[in-house]
């Protein structure tokens, strides 16, 4: 079994910043893309970032230039760092890791989800 531990939300004022994490545990043989998506009261998931295992990124012009995601493959770990946050960007944040296990098989997992509020 894989479990996606997600940390780092919160409130924050406008133009203020937050770090999450979102780290893996369980029997994975390897990590191919992770990802971070958000849903916002009354409005579908959306995509945040992504970054696949040859480290390509991708995001939305909403949070271009803005978020920045990175992993580190040893902690099995993914990471968003989020600057000059907007009242827009609140939303619950979920991580996603495609990931192949010790068992030959390829699965996708999401976190539990983390609340992030903009607001002054």
Do not use: H
């Not at 990175?70 to 890791?97: G, H, I, W």
Request: some cysteine; overall charge positive.
């Amino acid at each position: 079994q894989v479990q996606l531990v997600e940390s780092g939300g919160g409130l924050v004022q406008p133009g203020g910043s937050l770090r999450l994490s979102c780290a893996a545990s369980g029997s994975i043989f390897s990590i191919y893309t992770m990802g971070w998506y958000r849903q916002a009261p009354g409005k579908q998931r959306e995509l945040v970032a992504v970054i696949t295992n040859g480290r390509t990124l991708n995001y939305p012009d909403s949070v271009k230039g803005r978020f920045t995601i990175s992993r580190d493959n040893a902690k099995k770990t993914v990471y968003l760092q989020m600057n000059s946050l907007k009242p827009e960007d609140t939303a619950v944040y979920y991580c996603y890791f495609n990931v192949g296990l010790v068992d030959g098989r390829t699965r996708a997992y999401w976190g539990q989800g983390t609340q992030v509020t903009v607001s002054s």
